[in-house]
């Protein structure tokens, strides 16, 4: 008897401290859900949003119920439809994005942003559990309003799949809209700055809802099947999921970077998330040149769209602050790219760039030749050195004086889109006045727009190219020489930063 009871009071303990699943499933919850959610549900916006969003359902299925009842067969359930997914699109499209932005920004302002520091949870999980709150809170404005988008099926004039298609897509379109205004919080520390990043984010999202309900609208009357049927349609959402997926997984990590300690590896996220854009990218663009030989234009598309983003997302890259912590600088190797510092972020936007040009050259060894090839040819090699040469100018102008101020970050983004306005406009200019045309090739050889459509220009009638490979080296020496001496000009930065 004893023994039982021995072993019965041994054995209590071991069941009171065993979790359940609930329990196992709260603790790996992020705790900042929790608390972001009954925040919300209590707030008076979301009570307000839920309570419009639900009257504004019940006075069109209203109207829909009469207007069936008067026909006696309804073909309007693609307009019913519509009409509910725009009460729900004002919520999932301007009001949870908004709120989302507000309510890290209020952290920020209100300096409670080093309480949830101090909690250990770290910038990643912190924005992590602030996006997955308020996706929570929109799957309930989307479990309310969901009755009615079913009801509209039954109303005849849109099928099942057309409904789910656009419900996913809006989702989508959702979740990159709440990374963006979470990152956007993260932008600017003084009041001015906020204010005016506030300003950009309700006139964007003002812009995302309208977009958001047109592709809505077409896509519902389209009907799915029609949909199908069309290859390019499944090419052009593919690409479009794969930008949002692509440029959220980038914000998201810069945001957390901006977020760390200068002590951190901070740009480690950043910069692998962009490497692995690129590399992604090119892979799918190889599997589809695969699958269907494309032109030589297309491939020139691809080499001038890619050069693009390398040359406006390096800029930000490559403008990082001179030098790194102490901490990091032992583990840090001459093809350390990942790791802080302007020098090494500079030299990663050279690599990949040099890399999608590789790539888009197999793109055009692969493609169907035609009697424009060569000039195709001409500008899938000129595109990355102009971008090359736009990128290097910004932070050679910035870095070579010894003032800090003209070498700060904003500043040298700043004049990077200065340059190439500047090249743009007054090249055109300055062949006028030397009574020349205004897209002389050598007066704008160095202008980035009119410079690369003179490249792409075939005359048909003389069966030749307007630019010839001796332009095209010309502006390769330029780029090179720039590159290098911005090169040089942040590695003197960063040795003048570690001795300080």
């Given at each position: 008897m004893?023994?039982?009871?021995t072993d019965?009071?041994?054995s ?10 609930l ?24 009570w307000v949003s839920f309570g419009l ?6 006075i069109?299925s209203?109207?829909?119920?009469v ?5 006696g067969?309804?073909t ?8 509910f997914y725009?009460?729900l699109?004002?919520?999932?499209f301007?009001i949870i994005?908004y709120?989302?932005?507000r309510s890290l920004a209020?952290e ?7 309480l949830l520091?101090?909690t250990?949870?770290?910038p990643?999980?912190i924005?992590?559990g602030?996006v997955?709150?308020f996706?929570?809170?929109?799957g309930l404005?989307a479990?309310?309003v ?6 509209s099926?039954?109303?005849?004039g849109i099928d ?5 298609l656009?419900?996913g897509?809006g989702a989508?379109w959702l979740?990159f809209?709440?990374?963006?205004a ?8 003084g ?11 309700l006139g964007?999202?003002?812009?995302a809802l ?12 389209q009907?799915f099947?029609s949909i199908?049927?069309d290859?390019d349609?499944?090419?052009?959402t593919?690409a479009f999921?794969w ?5 959220g ?6 945001a957390?970077?901006r977020?760390s300690?200068a002590?951190?590896?901070y740009t ?5 998330a962009?490497?692995?854009q690129m ?8 599997g589809l040149w695969?699958t269907?030989?494309r032109?030589?234009?297309?491939a020139?598309?691809?080499s001038?769209?890619?050069?693009l983003?390398?040359a ?5 890259v490559?403008t990082d ?8 600088r ?5 093809w350390?790219?990942?790791r ?13 760039l040099?890399?999608w040009?590789?790539?888009?050259l ?6 169907t030749k035609?009697?424009?090839?060569e ?5 899938v090699l000129?595109?990355?050195a102009y971008a090359?040469?736009f990128?290097s100018?910004p932070?050679l102008v910035?870095?070579l004086p010894?003032s800090?101020?003209?070498a700060a970050?904003?500043?040298v983004?700043v004049l990077?889109?200065?340059?190439v306005g500047?090249?743009g406009?007054?090249?055109p200019l300055?062949a006028l006045?030397f009574d ?10 160095l202008?980035p ?7 792409s220009?075939y005359d048909?009638?003389?069966n ?5 490979l ?11 020489l720039?590159?290098?001496s911005?090169?040089?000009?942040l ?9 300080s």
């Open positions: 004893s023994a039982l009871a019965t009071a041994g209590a303990p071991r069941e009171e401290t065993r979790p359940n699943l329990e196992r499933l709260g603790d790996r919850l992020n705790p900042l859900v929790v608390k972001e959610v009954r925040q919300g549900v209590r707030s008076r916006i979301f969003m639900l009257l504004a359902c019940f069109i209203m109207v829909a119920y207007s069936t009842r008067d026909d067969f309804s309007q359930g693609q307009a019913f439809f519509f009409a725009v009460c699109g004002m919520v999932h301007f994005p709120s989302a932005y209020r920020r302002e209100d300096e409670t942003w080093v520091i101090l250990g949870l770290g990643r999980r924005l992590r602030k997955a709150s996706m929570v809170q929109a404005y479990s309310a969901g009755p009615f988008l079913l009801f099926y039954y109303l005849n099942l799949p057309s409904i789910l656009v419900l897509l989508s979740f809209l709440t990374v963006v979470v990152c956007a919080a993260t932008l600017a520390d009041r001015i700055g906020r204010a005016m990043v506030n300003l950009v984010l964007t999202l003002g812009l309208l977009y958001g309900l047109i592709a809505a609208f077409a896509l519902s009357e009907g099947r199908v049927r290859d349609f499944a090419i052009a593919s999921l930008a949002m997926l692509s440029y997984w980038l914000l998201f990590e810069t957390a970077a977020l300690l002590t951190e590896n480690h996220g950043p910069r692998l962009f490497t692995l590399l992604i990218s090119g892979l799918l663009l190889l695969l269907d030989v032109s030589t234009g297309n020139t598309g691809a001038m769209l890619g050069c983003h390398l406006v997302i390096g800029i930000f490559a602050v001179d030098g790194q912590a102490r901490a990091l032992a583990a840090t190797r001459p350390s790219l990942f802080p510092g302007a020098v090494r972020g500079f030299r990663l936007v050279l690599l990949l040099l890399g040009t590789a790539l888009c197999v793109f055009f060894s692969m493609s035609s009697d424009a090839s000039a195709h040819l001409l500008t000129a595109a990355p090359i040469f990128l100018l932070l910035g870095r010894r800090d101020r003209l970050p904003a500043v983004r990077f889109f200065a340059l500047l090249a406009a007054l090249l300055l006045l020349q045309r205004a897209d002389d090739p050598l007066v704008n050889l202008n727009f009119i410079g690369l459509d003179n490249f220009d048909y009638s003389l030749e190219s307007k630019m010839n001796g332009l095209l080296a010309c502006v390769w020496v330029v780029a090179t720039a590159a290098f911005a090169d040089r000009a590695v003197e930065r960063e040795h003048r930063a570690h001795a």
